[in-house]
């Protein structure tokens, strides 16, 4: 038996049914237990033998399921169609527009609109960049040196060897920079992606809100006195803040803004792990390489540079002790807002 | 980084508490995550006791009756179940009234028939290790009845330090300790240079090949090392700093990685063929079983510790099993090397091996530390393990001199925003180890990586002055902030979405528990998923809408929703959506992916129309469209029209047409055909009958004329009437009904 044109015939007959009913023929055809594959099968001896015939065997079937799913889905659309309605109708006339009540804005949006609000009143403009970013603008313009980890693969996506998907709204800094010449004040929203185990206070991808302010004479003290203003117009006036000495490679110096805690009021308590302070996000001057990467010489322009989270912001204004329902959509979560 | 205060301590003398420490390191140096608190919160009832006696309990064959002095005037009566001591033994005691860190607080009560006041303790009981083979027999001289702690590490703070990547010096005790002295003006110890005396001159016969990897190697012999379990305080701080006491000369070298931050390794001296170590790459193909017992296969770019013959660690990640110290070593070479950090890291990264020497390795240790390093191990292991030591080599290529880095301290006050007067300047950076050399600073060893620039000084005076730095806003000369025209009209869509009763929802960009990253080019898809979810938990009323890119040959915004009820719900929305934005949709029958073939509807931005069956159980409308298209046709500016001081007439016309023919067709042509006056044209209704004849369909209009100049007559709208219904006849063979 020539198995190969066997399976030629077979799978010639299964692309040409049209009707479910032609491929149920050529299914008992040639895999119907008296089909001379089935047959041979019977009779085979040698393992060569039996593992072309055992290959035949499968690509028929997966041929059969591939076109029957066709078949059914052609049939069913079949079906459906005659149902076809006039879709240039009015609403009201292609059935029940059925009344809701209002529905709600994600509180990560509320948090967004809040950010955007805070800072259009300090005078910035608002971003929105590219999400898919190159190596260029996502680390090298932004002075991450060749050891950090989030070059790596392990905490980064990387879409191929150029391009990542970007870990952090920085890559904004450098895009406003090379737009246009300072003063600049911006801040940018949006999206970035850290390779993250998924666990309850984690997720791989979250919202950043990106802060840059490049002029002459821009101070550390300017940077407190910023992160201040926001952190009061997200969670009320009460509040304070205090910086912490940290790492980033695009800052130099470097702060990391804690919050004071409005649960404990700064006393201490179970969700401020009983600091008084919840941590916020990162802050710093922008590096004087960073400066240098966009053409512009350190010593005439000074900026500084914050990243803050959305969901963060958004766990402590409401309260919300885990990630998961920030992605999970709930309705009974989402109608709270 | 775990530190244990109590060594801490030893290398730094200050008053303040661990707590004022955590709170002033968090700020200037590293973060400290908390505190944690190892051993019994009281230890005034842990006494050390003289066994006096100790008999078998007259009543119970495996327990031991004892007498024992705890420096009380009567002798203590404790019955004991171990039996690994007899009267003489020196001993840890816990009187009644002591609470064991497990919470249990000991009584005086009865053992079978006897009276025991108190408990003899083993290891485990007070969180010294995990051993309960047998109680702690303590060194004999000590007096009974001194506190317990004064003898034994009984109770432990320890700092959780997170150092930041750029300081490798902080992943050691010492390091932290230099930077509490330095914050709180404390006394740094410095650490011994005291070299035990060397027994014998042997040669050392060690070679690096590859200087770039290894800039140094510092080795040293040890010859009849006994192996054995650490004493008790070395196992307590491994374990305090997170790591497994395992054996004296392993733990000594990771005791001294936390010490000092050199990661140290101890070779079996004579399993090294030719007694022979060489800093080499590794060969092509070669092989390597490491001490996790896994078979490396290494690569060119891996650095090796090799002997005579072949590769017997992987540099500065894992040694080799073959060489590994083990209980009959009796000769042991310790390496104190240095290693260049991104080879290390690359190496670590395609071998997935981390372990806590890579870790340091891999952020750049500082060569000048491997001299103090090799000293301690030296002090240690000479003390701990009996060890005579007979030779020594440090191999080393040019090390890197101290670099002075020039400071403007007028460009510290511009960057900080505070005044800090310069020879206060100079004060902090001494207390960081950086010395004053004419108009600069020279930089300590162990910062030499990350203190390059003049703002890394910066840095150094900013992080002891942050609370200082007050609150300012910017001086600006441009202060003009408002949303972009696209983010206007996000939020107008966001707004007209909630007002038709959708939620919003923010879904993933990619399947993000998949392998691969598949960008999306739809967000239906994961809205559907949303829907599903809800229904699954019988939410009612499901309604969901998400604004979020989607990642087509460029980036696009898009809109996008699902609804229960069916293809009118979504439609709504739809029209609320370009109704929000001052724009006219038109729609288009249409088959598209997601959608029932029969009630699917293009727009010139995207589509809308029932979920096909197979997408979702139930009835659902769905829609999706490209954001940045709808607000990039939205028009900038409107204009008001007067409204028409004539009143309009108003007609209804309904034509019988084939069922192909689209409403939306009819009406344009009504528009076209009608002129300028036709104000507004409205389907009202649709019908089908057997008075009409199948294959065809009654459409009913409601439309609108006026005019600007007048009141229309009947005969004017006669007359329009009657071009409409010529127009409709003619192209569409459209019949007026009666
Ligand atoms: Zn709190």
Redesign the interface.
């Known amino acids: 038996m020539d198995t190969q044109a066997l399976q030629q015939d077979a799978l010639d007959a299964i692309a040409s049914a049209t009707v479910l009913a032609d491929l149920d023929e050529a299914r008992v055809k040639y895999l119907g237990r008296k089909s001379e594959l089935k047959l041979a099968l019977r009779e085979v001896r040698d393992r060569e033998t039996g593992m072309a015939l055992n290959a035949a065997r499968e690509a028929i079937e997966s041929a059969v399921a591939a076109r029957q799913a066709e078949l059914e889905?052609a049939e069913?659309?079949a079906k459906?169609?005659?149902?076809?309605?006039?879709?240039?109708?009015?609403?009201?006339?292609?059935?029940?527009?059925?009344?809701?009540?209002?529905?709600?804005?994600?509180p990560?949006?509320l948090i967004r609109?809040d950010v955007?609000d805070a800072?259009?009143?300090?005078?910035?403009?608002?971003r929105?960049d590219?999400?898919?970013e190159t190596l260029e603008y996502n680390f090298d313009k932004l002075a991450f040196p060749?050891?950090?980890?989030a070059r790596?693969p392990?905490d980064t996506?990387?879409?191929d060897a150029n391009r990542v998907?970007r870990t952090e709204t920085s890559a904004s800094q450098i895009h406003a920079m090379e737009e246009r010449k300072p003063?600049i004040?911006m801040v940018s929203i949006g999206?970035v992606?850290r390779r993250d185990a998924?666990t309850p206070t984690r997720?791989?991808?979250f919202h950043q809100f990106e802060g840059l302010?490049v002029?002459r004479?821009?101070?550390?003290?300017?940077l407190?006195?910023?992160l201040?203003?926001v952190m009061r117009a997200l969670f009320g006036e009460e509040r304070r803040?205090?910086?912490?000495?940290?790492?980033f490679p695009f800052t130099?110096?470097?702060?990391?803004p804690d919050v004071s805690c409005g649960v404990c009021g700064g006393e201490g308590c179970a969700t401020c792990?009983w600091s008084g302070w919840i941590e916020i996000g990162g802050s710093g001057?922008v590096?004087?390489q960073v400066l240098a990467n966009v053409g512009l010489d350190?010593d005439e322009w000074?900026g500084f540079a914050f990243g803050l989270g959305l969901e963060r912001a958004a766990q402590l204004r409401y309260d919300i002790p885990i990630i998961r329902p920030?992605?999970?959509?709930?309705?009974?979560f989402?109608?709270q807002f | 980084m775990k530190v244990p205060m109590s060594w801490l301590r030893e290398y730094v003398r200050v008053g303040a508490s661990a707590e004022e420490i955590a709170d002033l390191l968090?700020?200037?140096?590293?973060?400290v995550n908390?505190i944690e608190r190892r051993g019994p919160s009281d230890t005034a009832l842990f006494r050390v006791g003289v066994v006096l006696t100790a008999d078998k309990h007259p009543n119970a064959d495996r327990l031991q009756l004892c007498t024992v002095d705890v420096g009380e005037k009567q002798p203590a009566q404790i019955v004991c179940g171990a039996w690994n001591f007899g009267a003489g033994a020196t001993v840890a005691v816990a009187l009644p009234g002591a609470t064991l860190p497990n919470g249990i607080t000991l009584e005086r009560r009865e053992l079978r028939g006897q009276m025991s006041e108190g408990m003899i303790l083993a290891e485990d009981e007070v969180g010294l290790g995990t051993d309960h083979e047998g109680i702690m027999v303590l060194a004999d001289g000590t007096k009974p009845g001194t506190p317990l702690t004064e003898v034994l590490p009984l109770v432990e703070e320890i700092l959780d330090v997170e150092p930041?990547?750029?300081?490798p010096d902080l992943f050691s005790v010492y390091g932290i300790a230099r930077e509490v002295a330095a914050i709180f003006d404390g006394e740094l110890v410095p650490l011994s240079e005291a070299k035990p005396p060397q027994a014998a001159e042997e040669q050392l016969d060690i070679r690096i090949d590859d200087f770039e990897g290894c800039p140094r190697y510092v080795g040293r012999l040890f010859r009849d090392v006994t192996i054995a379990p650490s004493p008790l305080w070395l196992q307590a701080r491994l374990r305090d700093a997170g790591m497994r006491a395992i054996s004296n000369v392993v733990d000594v070298t990771n005791y001294v990685m936390l010490a000092v931050g050199n990661p140290l390794h101890a070779f079996d001296y004579d399993t090294l063929e030719g007694g022979r170590i060489v800093v080499r790459r590794a060969k092509k193909k070669e092989q390597l079983r490491t001490l996790d017992g896994a078979m490396r296969e290494l690569q060119p770019s891996d650095l090796v510790i090799a002997d005579a013959k072949r590769s017997i660690a992987l540099a500065a990640i894992m040694g080799g099993e073959e060489t590994e110290v083990s209980e009959r070593t009796t000769n042991v070479l310790l390496e104190a090397a240095n290693f260049e950090?991104?080879g290390i890291?690359r190496s670590s990264?395609r071998l997935a091996l981390r372990t806590e020497g890579s870790n340091r390795w891999?952020?750049?240790v500082d060569p000048y530390l491997a001299g103090p390093a090799s000293t301690l191990a030296t002090q240690l292991l000479v003390q701990l393990t009996g060890a005579r030591w007979t030779g020594a080599a440090d191999v080393h290529g040019d090390l890197p001199a101290r670099r002075t880095i020039r400071l403007r301290p007028e460009r510290t006050n511009?960057?900080?925003?505070?005044d800090v007067p310069a020879e206060r300047q100079g004060a902090i950076l001494a207390r960081f180890g950086f010395d004053a050399d004419g108009d600069g600073f020279r930089v300590p060893t162990w910062r030499a990586r990350d203190v390059t620039?003049e703002?890394?000084l910066?840095?150094e005076v900013?992080?002891f002055e942050?609370?200082e730095?007050?609150?300012?806003?910017?001086?600006?000369?441009?202060?003009?902030?408002?949303?972009?025209r696209?983010?206007k009209l996000r939020?107008v869509v966001?707004d007209a979405?909630?007002?038709?009763?959708?939620?919003?929802?923010?879904?993933?960009?990619f399947p993000?528990?998949a392998d691969t990253?598949a960008?999306r080019q739809a967000i239906v898809p994961s809205l559907i998923e949303?829907a599903r979810?809800?229904a699954s938990?019988d939410?009612s009323?499901?309604?969901?809408?998400e604004v979020?890119?989607v990642?087509l040959a460029e980036?696009r915004r898009h809109v996008a929703g699902v609804v229960q009820?069916?293809?009118?719900?979504a439609?709504?929305a739809v029209?609320q959506i370009y109704a929000a934005l001052k724009l006219e949709p038109s729609?288009?029958?249409?088959t598209e992916p997601y959608l029932?073939?029969?009630?699917?509807?293009r727009t010139a931005e995207g589509w809308v129309?029932e979920l096909?069956?197979?997408e979702l159980e139930g009835t659902w409308g769905a829609f999706e469209l490209d954001l940045d298209a709808l607000t990039a046709s939205a028009p900038e500016a409107l204009r008001a029209v007067d409204v028409s001081p004539f009143p309009e007439v108003r007609q209804d016309l309904a034509f019988v047409v084939d069922?192909e023919v689209?409403?939306?067709?009819l009406a344009e042509a009504i528009v076209e055909a009608g002129g300028p006056e036709v104000r507004d044209v409205?389907?009202?209704?649709?019908y089908r009958g057997e008075q009409i004849g199948a294959g065809k369909r009654s459409v009913a209009f409601r439309v609108a004329f006026g005019s600007h100049e007048r009141t229309l007559t009947d005969e004017d709208a006669a007359a329009i009437r009657s071009r409409i219904v010529a127009v409709l006849h003619d192209r569409y063979g459209a019949e007026l009904r009666a």
């Open positions: 889905r069913l659309d459906l169609s005659s149902e076809r309605v006039d879709v240039t109708l009015p609403a009201e006339l292609l059935g029940d527009v059925h009344p809701r009540p209002r529905g709600h804005l994600h990560t949006t609109r955007e800072f259009i009143g300090l005078g910035y403009e608002i929105d590219r999400e898919v060749e050891w950090h980890p790596s392990r996506y990387f879409l998907l003063p004040y999206r992606y998924i997720f791989p991808i302010a002029d004479h821009i101070t550390m003290a300017d407190k006195g910023t201040l203003h803040v205090r910086f912490r000495t940290h790492y130099e110096p470097s702060m990391e792990k001057m590096d004087p350190p000074s920030f992605w999970e959509n709930d309705l009974r989402l109608r | 968090s700020v200037a140096t590293a973060e908390g930041t990547g750029n300081r950090p991104i890291l990264e891999e952020k750049g511009e960057v900080l925003g505070l620039r703002i890394d910066v840095e900013a992080r942050l609370s730095i007050p609150f300012t806003l910017p001086e600006k000369d441009v202060s003009f902030g408002s949303l972009t696209e983010q939020r966001e979405l909630v007002g038709c009763g959708y939620s919003e929802a923010y879904t993933p960009s993000v528990t990253v960008l949303a979810l809800n938990v939410n009323g499901i309604a969901l809408f979020a890119r990642y980036e009820g069916g293809i009118a719900d439609r709504w029209d729609y288009a029958q249409a029932h073939p029969g009630k699917a509807a129309g096909h069956p197979n069922d689209p409403a939306a067709a409205a389907v009202f209704d649709e």
